[in-house]
């Protein structure tokens, strides 16, 4: 497996920016699409996005299609999601996760970071 670490998130005001990082370790980075993954207090674990293996295909949640922006740096073993236009809702910890297929379900990632603190205030 991968290990993940993200990085990044912090307090914002609606409207504001932020960007995340999650940086691979342990085994090849491009042998991996990248998911990122949101939850709220009381709420399930949801996907955000999702980017593929050279960074060429992308998938995104409805609600932050638009607003957010996955990227990866293959040779720094890195993945990003730039957030613009932040709203109260998005409000949540954020999880970067590594999946050897390419999917919309958590259940297909058998490598995730501990979580990354996001919150918008109105």
């Known amino acids: 497996q991968v290990q993940l670490v993200e990085s990044g998130g912090g307090l914002v005001q609606a409207g504001g920016s932020l960007r995340l990082s999650c940086s691979a370790s342990?085994?090849?980075?491009?042998?991996?699409?990248m998911g990122w993954f949101r939850q709220a207090p009381g709420n399930e674990r949801e996907f955000v996005g999702c980017?593929?293996?050279?960074?060429?295909?992308?998938d995104y949640a409805d609600s932050v299609k638009g607003r957010f922006t996955i990227s990866r740096d293959n040779p720094k073993n890195t993945v990003y999601l730039q957030m613009n236009s932040l709203k109260p809702e998005d409000t949540g910890v954020y999880y970067c996760?590594?999946?050897?297929?390419?999917?919309?379900?958590?259940?297909?990632?058998?490598?995730w970071g501990q979580g990354t603190q996001v919150t918008v205030s109105a």
């Open positions: 980017i593929s293996w050279f960074g060429s295909n992308f």
């Open positions: 996760a590594a999946t050897t297929t390419w999917s919309r379900q958590s259940f297909a990632y058998n490598s």
């Open positions: 342990g085994r090849t980075f491009s042998n991996y699409a």
